[in-house]
């Protein structure tokens, strides 16, 4: 990618820009103005003071990098890495990095305004959904949403499919009343039950679901309808990997270090009307209400990670949207799970193969011993983090969004070697 091309319109606006000298321009700001503001735009050039950092071409960078199968925080788009890079010093003409910019001056407000917006595109958010960029990890969450949307003595109801949704499960129990109205446990969480037959609390103030189980790669390819209340969703590690139909939710909430950034921002999506009603002891860095009224900006939020998930959802809009990416983490997802199931019960996935993740996919070895070979031999090929979740064992490769086929294509013509020299 051309350096050109990796600058993105971003507006600028400046009190007083009469000190400022036209000179060369590495990285144009440009003159749109919007209406609620009272600044004076003008188009400044801007020369970097102090030495820029030549980015590195995208070539000779691959062949230094490894193919990373971590679970998250995870493997992020290497375009999206060399522009970051190439931004780093001086962001655009500002004369800081991100990371030294006010949160509440311009230029970081259009970087969080822009991040929200291509969020809205990618997801197609309705207009009565708010965006909010918290902190405090997916796990914060799982207290902050029976705080928010529930009493004390409300019934709420959780769907545990595996580690995840059962720890958002184990949480909800200090804040409100959760019932499990069904758990994948004694299978093992391979699977993912059928609405029909759930038997769901009429007084429900939420169905809690985990769209994604990380460890156990179970996968909800549809979503069951609450009976009563509405749904909430732990989208964490397949969060902007396919389209969703964000009106059937109340909330989607998601920990950005899997899919779209780095870890210290949260993502919240929620339907304006679930939020106002925080339990009178929630902290205020909890309540939905307050992040809301404040634009995500009630104190100094995580600005260099927001910044890296817009430059990752910018370059999602760029890869022609959800559709697109569904396609192509179906494809490597497919690839490796063919590999698994071709393997003669060399290699094993044991989750019920209608409700397969295209984002987390473990397995075994046969031969369980081969296990630590495996996982060194790979290694040695650049291709890491690859053991399964301590609580489960095995392996687990993990292929997000910026997974590149190619890092697939290597490990599964690893494992037909490695098959063939151990058989
Ligand atoms: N939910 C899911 C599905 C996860 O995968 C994780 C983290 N691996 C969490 C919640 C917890 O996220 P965090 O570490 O951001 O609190």
Redesign the pocket.
């Known amino acids: 990618m051309s350096m050109s091309m990796a600058t993105s319109n971003h507006t600028i606006f400046l009190h007083n820009a009469t000190n400022l000298t036209n000179t060369t321009n590495h990285f144009p700001i440009t003159t749109t103005r919007t209406a609620t503001t009272t600044f004076k735009p003008i188009s400044i050039k801007c020369t970097a003071t102090t030495r820029t950092q030549a980015p590195p071409q995208a070539s000779t960078q691959s062949q230094d990098r490894v193919f990373n199968f971590a679970?998250?925080p995870a493997t992020l788009p290497e375009n999206v890495l060399l522009k970051a890079q190439s931004e780093l010093y001086n962001w655009r003409g500002s004369g800081m990095s991100v990371m030294e910019m006010s949160h509440r001056g311009k230029e970081f407000l259009s970087i969080i305004q822009k991040a929200e917006s291509d969020l809205r595109t990618l997801l197609n958010i309705p207009s009565e959904y708010s965006v909010l960029f918290l902190q405090?990890?997916?796990?914060?969450q799982f207290a902050a949403i029976p705080l928010n949307l529930c009493t004390p003595q409300d019934t709420v109801d959780y769907i545990v499919t595996g580690s995840?949704s059962d720890?958002a499960f184990k949480e909800a129990q200090k804040y409100c009343k959760p019932k499990v109205i069904w758990s994948g446990k004694s299978e093992k969480y391979t699977k993912i039950p059928s609405f029909s037959g759930l038997n769901q609390s009429t007084e429900a103030r939420y169905l809690h679901i985990?769209g994604?189980?990380?460890i156990h790669g179970v996968e909800f390819k549809d979503y069951p309808t609450p009976q009563n209340g509405v749904l909430v969703a732990?989208m964490?590690?397949n969060f902007c990997s396919k389209p969703v139909d964000v009106s059937r939710f109340g909330l989607i909430y998601a920990?950005a270090?899997?899919n779209v950034g780095p870890?210290g921002v949260?993502i919240v999506i929620i339907r304006k009307d679930l939020i106002g009603n925080a339990q009178g002891l929630t902290p205020v860095m909890l309540d939905y209400k307050i992040h809301d009224e404040n634009n995500s900006l009630y104190n100094t939020p995580p600005c260099y990670g927001i910044y890296m998930c817009g430059l990752v959802f910018e370059d999602l809009v760029e890869q022609g949207g959800l559709k697109e990416v569904e396609k192509k983490n179906k494809k490597k997802a497919e690839i490796l799970y063919n590999a698994i199931d071709d393997s003669k019960g060399f290699f094993r996935c044991p989750v019920d193969k209608s409700v397969r993740s295209l984002m987390n996919v473990p397995f075994t070895l046969e031969k369980a011993e081969l296990e630590v070979e495996f996982i060194k031999e790979a290694a040695k090929e650049k291709m890491v983090q690859l053991k399964g979740h301590r609580s489960v064992g095995g392996m687990r490769a993990s292929i997000y969004n910026a997974m590149p086929l190619a890092g697939v294509e290597k490990l599964v013509a690893f494992m037909k070697d490695f098959q063939a020299r151990h058989a």
């Open positions: 679970a998250g405090g990890g997916a796990t914060t995840w720890k985990c994604n189980e990380t732990d964490s590690s920990g270090q899997k870890s949260t």
